[in-house]
Each structure stands twice: as C-alpha cells, then as structure tokens.
C-alpha cells in the first residue's frame, strides 16, 4: 500500500525526523486559508499522486507566494502522465504546499526489506534527485548497501558505516543519526516495506531536510495497522485492484489482451511467461489462491472481464487444495452471467479435473479444452488471432 508525500512526512516528523514545513490542500480555497503558516516568500506547490516523475510532469512548480493561487488553481484536476502512470496518466485531486529551501546538496537514503537476505537494507547515496536505478547504472559506485539484522534497535556502528558516504559535519551527523533511526524504527513499527527520502538535502544554512519522502506498506499487515490502513487512498489505486482485495484475491491490472486466471503465484507468473513466448501480452496477474471458494472464482472472472482490452482468456488450474470442478463451476455461472463473448481456453489438472471438464463440457459454452500450458497457450493466441 502506498501513501502520499504529505502523509509520509507527517510519520516522519512524528518520529523525529527533519521535514519540509508546509501543509496540504484538498480544493483551491484552502490555500488563503492555510498559507499563513509558511514563511518563505518562495514556495514549491507539488501535486500529490502514486507516481514518480511528477515534476517532468509538471506537478512540482517553484513560484512566489503571489503566485499561489494561480498555480493551484491550474494543477487541481490536472491529468499528470509519467513514466509510473501509464498514457491514461493521474488526476491530481490533492497538493501540497511547502516552503522553498536553499539547497547546497542533494543526497539519496532509503531504508527497505531486504527479502533475498531477510535483513534490513539501507541504501545511501550522494547523488540524490534523481532515479536511484539511473545511478545503480550510471555511477554504481556512488552508492553505499548497509545491511543489518532484524533487531530492536540500530548499532551506532550501523549507522556510522549508513551515513559514511555522505561526509557529513558534526552538527549534520547528528540529524542524521536520528533520521536512519526513524527510518528503522518506522519500517519495523509500522509494517513498511520501504521508505525513500530523495532528495534528502543540505540546505546553504547547513541544516539536513527531507525534501521529498515516500513509503510503501506491507498489504499483508494493515489488519494490524489501522492508523496507516486509514491513509489509503483509493482515488489513486486501480477500481478492479480494490474490487479483487474484496475478495481476497491477488489481481495486478497490465497492459495486454489475454486475460489470465491462476491458482498459485508461481503458476500466475509461469502462465504470463508462456504467453509472452508465443507473441502476446497478459492482461492481468490473477492469482485466485489455493482454497478458492466458487464465489470468488466467479468474482475473479467477472474481473478480467472487466477490462475491455481483454481479447482472450486462459485459465490455467492445477487442483490441489482447490477442487477443478469448484472452479469450473465457477467459471460457468459468471460466463452465463456476464455472457462472454471472447475466446476462452481452459487447462484443468489435478484434484477433480474430470469433473472439471464435464461440467465444462455439459455448460454448452464455448470452451476450448487444453492438455498442457504449452497446448494452453498456443490455443489462446491464435485464438485471439
């Protein structure tokens, strides 16, 4: 789960981490209202979406405090495309207001769950403002991994080899220390998964700030984290995503014509790989899991068949906490329900797949019957074609 960089830095700042002073709007009006508890005569309006690149975008303007208003009034409902939003891009229905620093350099840190070492990764950096995979290509050795244990509290020593690379005085060292102990202790106390400070910079008064923030959060753990479960915002997630997290299910919406539904995610990913193989691109990854319930097979069809650019389907099941024929009978009450009319090839193995195939059968829909995931996937292709 992601949030915005206005609720970022509002947990950062709680944990004693240094932040931009500014304030967040929801309408144009609010800003008379606000603007107040800036001092600056400069001031940086950021429009807030899920999206990197929002400054190419224009959705990060420097302007001077007579210019507020005009500004936001001309970035409230603008559509920003980057290169995270896709061509439908996003609609900026909220904006952050801040001060404006005077910068003297910017630096990258970021704290995250390290799943290859099961450990925490700090990855510090002294070429911030930028992607950090540019520099990863560009200029590797400009950036410094840290890993450490899982633990209740960083090691002075921990810290000292994280902030290193930055050649900080002593004064900046100090806000520093406190900062890489914020990111851990948010990470660990909150469920996130990552948390990115870039640009982290120091302004010409010596003074260290996060200029911007980001964090994302662990799905799996906001049934325990209703605080952070509360900062969702469902403007900025993908309609048929929330719909799927109703039932349960794991669906990521992509850019290609076959429509998939898989039970395992291993099998999901196998399927979306096969059907690159032979020339087409998936749809969707939807992992309907291993004890799905008939409802949420049927749910989980209705899905994929929401996304009009979906030429074909493939359903791919191997039974084995889960049933075929539960599945089948899924799959032919939401086709009947919804009246499919795109091409849909079914490959059913292990547990019940016999009664799988003769509910299928005895369906009268038009059901192409695979042997294999490679016989799977060439059907569905020159379906489609």
Partial sequence: MNIHEHQAKEILSKFGA???????????????????????????VKAQIHAGGRGKAGGVKLVDR????????????????THQTGPEGKKVKRIYIQEAYDIEKEFYLSCLVDRESSKI????????????????KNNPKKILTTKVDLKDNLS???IQKIIKIFSFDKHQKKDAENLVNALFNILISKDASLIEINP????????????????????NA???????????????????????????????????????????AGLAMSTMDIIKLYGEEPANFLDVGGGATKEQVSAAFKLILSD????????????????????????????????????????????NFEKGKEILDKSELKILSASDLNDAAKKIVNAIK
Wanted: with cysteine; proline share 2%; net charge neutral.
């Fill in 18 to 44: 240094p932040v931009t002073n500014g304030f967040v709007i929801f309408k144009p009006q609010e800003v008379n209202e606000k603007i107040n508890k800036l001092k600056s005569n400069k001031l940086v």
């Fill in 66 to 81: 007579s210019e507020v208003n005009s500004v936001v009034q001309k970035m409230f409902g603008k559509v920003l495309v």
């Fill in 121 to 136: 990764a700090f990855i510090s950096s002294t070429e911030g403002g930028v992607d950090i995979e540019s520099v990863a």
């Fill in 156 to 158: 002075d020593e921990d």
């Fill in 200 to 219: 982290l910079v120091i302004t010409k008064q010596k003074k260290l700030i996060c200029l911007d923030a980001k964090m994302n959060f662990d799905d």
């Fill in 222 to 264: 906001m049934y325990r984290r209703a605080e952070i479960l509360k900062l969702r915002d469902l403007n900025e997630e993908e309609p048929a995503e929330i719909e799927a997290s109703k039932f349960g299910l794991a669906y990521i919406k992509l850019n290609g014509s076959i429509g998939c539904m898989v039970n395992g």
């Fill in 308 to 351: 009009k650019k979906v030429k074909g389907i493939l359903i791919n099941i191997f039974g084995g906490i889960m049933q075929c024929d539960v599945l089948a009978q899924g799959v032919v009450e939401a086709a009947k329900e919804i009246n499919i009319k795109v091409p849909l090839v079914v490959r059913l193995a292990g547990t």
